[in-house]
C-alpha cells in the first residue's frame, strides 16, 4: 500500500494543509510540539478509527472550530483509492470510500493499512496483558471483520453478564439469564480465541527471523498464547466448549466476586527469547528488538494475508534506538513506504523524502 496524498482541514493544530508522500522512506523532521505527531496520528486514524493516543474523537478537532477532515488518497495494489472522514463535535462522524458514504466503522477499517510503533510501544512486553491483547485486536480488526463483530458483542455480552452480576448476588434467580450469556460469551470469545491462536502461530516466525538478524545473536524469539481454558486447539468448537466449562466452574465464584472473572478478556501473549520471559530476564536492549521484531513481523503477516504490505508509522522512534538498530529499519524497509518522525534533520540527511514540519505547516 502506497500513501500518496494526505489533506488535512482543522485537525489538531493543522488548520489546511495537503501533503504529497513518494514510495520508500518519508521523514517527518521539526521541532517538537510542531505537528509532526499528528499527521502520523491522522494517517494510522484512516486504518483503524481510533487514535493510537487513546483520546477522544472530539479532541481530534482543532480547538475552536466544529469538524476536523481527513482525506487520504493512496494506491492498493495498482488502484487509486480515495477515503474521507469528518469529525464532528456532536454528530456523529461521516466516511467515504471512493466518494461513497459508508455507514458502518467496521466496513472502514482496514481498507488503508497501516501499522504504527512509538516510544510508547517500547512498553508492550513490561506493560501488563492489556497493552498486548490490544496490541492483537488492532490487527485482527483490521484483516478480519468477523473478528470485529465477535469482539463487539463478546465486550456487549460481558458488560450485560457483569450487570447482572453486580445487582444480585442471588444467583437462582438470574441462573437462566447467566445460561444465556455464557453460550454467547463461549460462541464469540471461541472464534476470538482462534484467531489470536492463528495469528500468533503465524507471527511468532517472522518475529524469530527479525529478532536474530536485528541482535545478530541467535536467541530464539518464542510467542506463547496465553488463555485460561486451552493451550492450543484445532477448531473454533474446542475453544467454545473450554470457554463453557470454565464459565460454568466458575459461576459461583464469580456470583460471590459480582464480576466475570475467566474468559478472552483476560489472556495474554507471553514473549520469550531463549526460553526465558523477555519481560522478567530481558535487557532493555532485548526488549526493544523484541517490541521492533513484532512490529515489523506484523507488516509480514499482512503481506501474507492482504498481499500488499501496510504503511509503517514510525513516531520519534529512532532516538531510541542505536545505530546498528537504525540501519536495520531503513534496511529492513525496503519494499514498504515508511512513514517516520524526529527531531533530528542532521540524522536522516539523505535517507528519504524529507517533510519539514513547523507550526503545523509543511515548509
Ligand atoms: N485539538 C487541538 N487543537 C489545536 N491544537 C492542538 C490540538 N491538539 C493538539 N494540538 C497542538 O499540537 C501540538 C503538538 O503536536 P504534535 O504533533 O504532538 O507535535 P510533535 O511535532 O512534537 O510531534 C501542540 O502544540 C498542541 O497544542
Ligand atoms: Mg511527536
Known amino acids: 500500500m502506497k500513501l500518496t496524498c494526505l489533506t488535512l482541514q482543522n485537525f489538531r493544530n493543522i488548520e489546511y494543509e495537503k501533503i504529497y508522500f513518494s514510495d520508500g522512506v518519508n521523514i517527518l523532521v521539526g521541532k517538537n510540539a510542531q505537528g509532526k505527531t499528528n499527521i502520523l496520528e491522522a494517517i494510522n486514524f484512516c486504518s483503524y478509527l481510533k487514535s493510537f493516543r487513546s483520546c477522544s474523537e472530539q479532541q481530534l478537532i482543532m480547538i475552536g472550530k466544529e469538524f476536523a477532515k481527513i482525506k487520504l488518497e493512496y494506491k492498493d495494489f495498482s488502484d487509486n483509492c480515495v477515503i474521507e472522514i469528518k469529525i464532528f463535535k456532536t454528530e ?118 527479525i529478532f536474530m538478524e536485528m541482535t545478530k545473536t541467535d536467541i530464539k524469539l518464542k510467542l506463547l498464547y496465553i488463555n485460561q481454558f486451552l493451550k492450543t486447539a484445532d477448531c473454533c468448537e474446542d475453544f ?70 501496510p504503511v509503517i508509522i514510525l513516531d520519534d522512534i529512532l532516538s531510541e534506538l542505536d545505530r546498528t538498530r537504525k540501519a536495520f529499519i531503513f534496511k529492513g524497509l525496503e519494499n514498504t513506504q515508511c512513514i517516520l518522525s524526529t527531531c533530528e534533520a542532521q540524522k536522516v540527511k539523505n535517507r528519504g523524502n524529507i517533510l519539514k514540519v513547523s507550526k503545523g505547516r509543511i515548509i
Open 92 to 209: 456523529p462522524k461521516q466516511l467515504k470510500i471512493n466518494g461513497i458514504t459508508v455507514a458502518k466503522n467496521r466496513q472502514f477499517i482496514g481498507q488503508f493499512l497501516s501499522i504504527v510503533f512509538t516510544p510508547d510501544h517500547l512498553n508492550l512486553i513490561k506493560e501488563g496483558p492489556n497493552k498486548r491483547r490490544s496490541f492483537l485486536d488492532m490487527a485482527l480488526c483490521a484483516l478480519d471483520i468477523k473478528y470485529t463483530d465477535a469482539l463487539l458483542k463478546y465486550q456487549k455480552i460481558l458488560a450485560q453478564r457483569n450487570a447482572v452480576l453486580k445487582k444480585s448476588a442471588d444467583c437462582f434467580e438470574n441462573s437462566l439469564l447467566l445460561d444465556v450469556y455464557d453460550q454467547n460469551l463461549a460462541k464469540e470469545g471461541a472464534y476470538i480465541a482462534y484467531s489470536r491462536a492463528k495469528y500468533i502461530e503465524k507471527l511468532e516466525p517472522f518475529a524469530k527471523k
Open 240 to 309: 467454545e466448549t473450554a470457554i463453557l466449562e470454565r464459565l460454568r466452574k466458575k459461576r459461583q465464584a464469580d456470583i460471590i466476586a459480582r464480576v466475570t472473572q475467566s474468559g478472552i478478556q483476560k489472556d495474554d501473549i507471553l514473549i520469550l527469547g531463549a526460553g526465558k520471559s523477555l519481560k522478567h530476564f530481558g535487557s532493555q536492549g532485548q526488549i526493544r528488538c523484541a517490541v521492533l521484531s513484532l512490529i515489523l513481523a506484523q507488516s509480514k503477516v499482512i503481506y501474507d494475508i492482504r498481499g500488499d504490505y
